[in-house]
């Protein structure tokens, strides 16, 4: 016996792997050149297996002649650091409220922690990611926000919007055959020197609009848009920013900035936005490659 995986030698098997590279043959074609925006968060980013998947998804896209982007927040990993430090987390709105003592820990975790950890796993598969912040070569710049809760206004402390976006960084990166993977967090514009806590979503649909991109891509916790929540019948696959916009306020709270980001960047001028299950491995591969998608996707 030589020890030969069966699988490896069976016909039928290997004419089924063919089968699905030939599938991806237009979307390879469609893709091809083009910036894909990707927005990494939820499951998919607590666990190590999905971690390793997404990294490979992200490494493959490259050597496809992709030019992949991430943009990742990095909710559950700030939470958790808050907890250790004993400082209390408080969300209104569905908005983290973030003091002067937790921007600090916000920026350590996703610049110092979740940025780094990104990039080593993506460059396994070759020297190809490199780690950025909203901060860096003035990428993003923000505004300071509060939020309405039953009519009434809440300040957020050091949390803000995505105001402007200067892609050149991003531009030098891709442009040198680099992947961009970007913190989102941002320079607070009228208070220099400080920073703020900004909504990865919507930081990425922004980036998404600035640098012309093909499509974004937003990472969630659930199989898509439902229409009837929680009827899973009722999953959406596909919709138009007309009807997208209509749905909108029957919304639960936390599929909001999600599907926020999706009509922000479409409106921008991307093609097409999607959301899509980052429980699922290699769902990026299954979104992009094959003719059924997986999620929700919205086009203008």
Request: hydrophobic residues 45%.
């Amino acid at each position: 016996m030589t020890g030969i995986d069966i699988q490896d030698t069976d016909p039928t098997a290997a004419s089924a792997r063919a089968a699905t590279l030939v599938e991806s043959l237009p979307w390879l074609r469609r893709f091809r050149d083009q910036v894909i925006v990707i927005k990494y968060g939820g499951n998919a980013m607590v666990s190590d297996e999905l971690q390793d998947a997404f990294a490979a998804d992200i490494a493959y896209l490259r050597y496809v002649g992709v030019r992949p982007v991430v943009v990742h927040g990095g909710g559950p990993q700030i939470s958790s650091m808050l907890d250790r430090l004993a400082i209390p987390s408080e969300f209104k709105g569905g908005y983290r409220v973030t003091s002067t003592e937790a921007i600090s820990v916000v920026r350590m975790v996703l610049t110092g922690q979740i940025n780094p950890q990104l990039v080593a796993k993506v460059n396994a598969h070759g020297p190809l990611a490199m780690g950025l912040s909203g901060e860096d070569a003035g990428l993003f710049g923000g505004r300071r926000r509060g939020v309405v809760v039953d009519g009434v206004e809440h300040d957020l402390g050091r949390v803000g919007d995505v105001v402007s976006v200067d892609p050149q960084p991003v531009l030098d990166h891709l442009a040198a055959g680099r992947i961009p993977i970007v913190s989102s967090i941002a320079p607070d514009l009228d208070h220099p020197g400080h920073s703020l806590n900004v909504n990865a979503d919507a930081a990425a649909a922004a980036l998404a609009v600035a640098l012309g991109a093909e499509k974004l891509v937003v990472l969630t916790d659930v199989a898509g848009l439902y229409a009837d929540w929680p009827n899973r019948e009722s999953l959406v696959s596909h919709l138009t920013s007309t009807e997208l916009r209509a749905m909108m306020p029957q919304l639960e709270s936390g599929m909001i900035p999600k599907m926020q980001a999706c009509l922000d960047a479409v409106d921008g001028g991307v093609p097409t936005a999607a959301i899509i299950d980052g429980r699922v491995p290699h769902s990026v591969l299954v979104e992009l490659f094959t003719s059924k998608g997986i999620g929700t996707e919205v086009v203008a």
